[in-house]
């Protein structure tokens, strides 16, 4: 088994190029830089880039709004109307990549040939819900991916690890009353998309199964680390999770241009190592991680290559 497989294909530069946006292809340039540095690109195996069909992406998304985004896209607008997505006329097939990327992933670990994925991916996907795209997002990367490995693989319970520096709204909406997907998230509050209020837990089957920490600006390790430590890991001993996933959002890193959160590259491998505990003791080692934020290039670069660093267990 290789401890840890890589996602990363020039294809990911292609959506949005020529746009200024802080969402831009060299943030694919900016990882894959990082992890050469750190020594990483040579020692991981690789994840082969497929696209999502159409049956996997309904999983999560309507048809309606599948239909909807496509034509959109694919009619050369500029942005998708259900929400502020700028959009290229490539982006649909980039972002049905990225999400058949992420199932790819959850192959890879669900079968054995890995004991965990990073895939470095874009468009990201936490704000995109079933029948919306917003907030940079077009699909929800990792709601597909938990839904998949359930219908896939089997895998009753499944945690998402959200620590994106904005609340990610799209994957708590699709998992609200599902008491079989566990989401956790670590965020700026007051900041875009203004959801994740404490007090959001779920509803129905499915309450106590959503777990919000919005923290202000200029919080760092004490909060995120310590909401991962004090409040998720205890958690788990009763949701016991099969597969974990993480929204590894790297705009909560110190310097970041859309967030005001302050962790550091070591607060990255720690975090990382105690999702990893979790993961040990429930689901195998088990983990999935997705790409979701982080604009400042030279920060994304290093916080990057230590979650991955971490990930295979030589930091």
Known sequence: MTDTVLLIDPI??????????????????????????????????????????EDELLLCHTREYLQLARHEIKSGHRYLSTGDTDVTPNSWDIATIAAGGALNAVDAVMTGRARNAFCAIRPPGHHAGASRGMGFCIFNNAAIAARYAQRRHGVERVVIVDWDVHHGNGTQDIFYGDPAVFYFSTHQWPLYPGTGRADETGIGAGKGTTMNFPFPAGSGRAEVLGAVENSLAPAMQNFRPDLVLISAGFDSRIGDLLGRFTLTDRDFTDLTRAVMEIADRYAGGRIVSLLEGGYNLTGLASAAAAHVEALTGSS
């Open 12 to 53: 990911f530069r292609e959506h949005l190029a020529g746009v200024e946006h802080p969402e831009r292809p060299e943030r694919i340039d900016a990882v894959c830089a990082g992890l050469e540095r750190a020594g990483l690109l040579d020692r991981l195996g690789r994840i082969e880039r497929r696209a999502a069909g």
